[in-house]
């Protein structure tokens, strides 16, 4: 069993910037992949970012891609994803998850998710 708490959402304007953390309890956190998703009003849940389960290797959506950046510290038990030049369209709750899977963007193959953190970006 792992718990996630995710941190650090909030209301910004446009062209601001964030940091996100997801605390991690439970078993071990080097084990597991980890990955950022989103969740606008009236839509689906899409994947955000994602890295390994060293930190050593990352990909992005296209619509974020170049403007967040996901990392992690083992030692910490923590992941992030700093996110510049914040548009409008990024608004929504965003939730950190963990897979026991090598590799993977798709919700469904994540088994532990947080409660999310709520980004509003103004215009």
């Known amino acids: 069993q792992v718990q996630l708490v995710e941190s650090g959402g909030g209301l910004v304007r446009a062209g601001d910037s964030l940091r996100l953390s997801c605390a991690a309890t439970?078993?071990?956190?080097?084990?597991?992949?980890m990955g950022w998703f989103r969740q606008a009003p009236g839509k689906e849940r899409e994947f955000v970012a994602t890295?390994?389960?060293?930190?050593?290797?990352?990909d992005y959506a296209d619509s974020v891609k170049d403007r967040y950046t996901i990392s992690r510290d083992n030692a910490k038990n923590t992941v992030y994803l700093q996110m510049d030049s914040l548009k409008p369209e990024d608004t929504a709750v965003y939730y950190c998850?963990?897979?026991?899977?090598?590799?993977?963007?798709?919700?469904?193959?994540?088994?532990?998710w947080g409660q999310g953190t709520q980004v509003t970006v103004s215009s």
């Open positions: 439970g078993r071990t956190f080097s084990g597991y992949g």
């Open positions: 890295i390994s389960r060293s930190g050593q290797v990352a």
């Open positions: 998850a963990a897979r026991r899977a090598v590799w993977s963007t798709r919700p469904v193959d994540y088994e532990y």
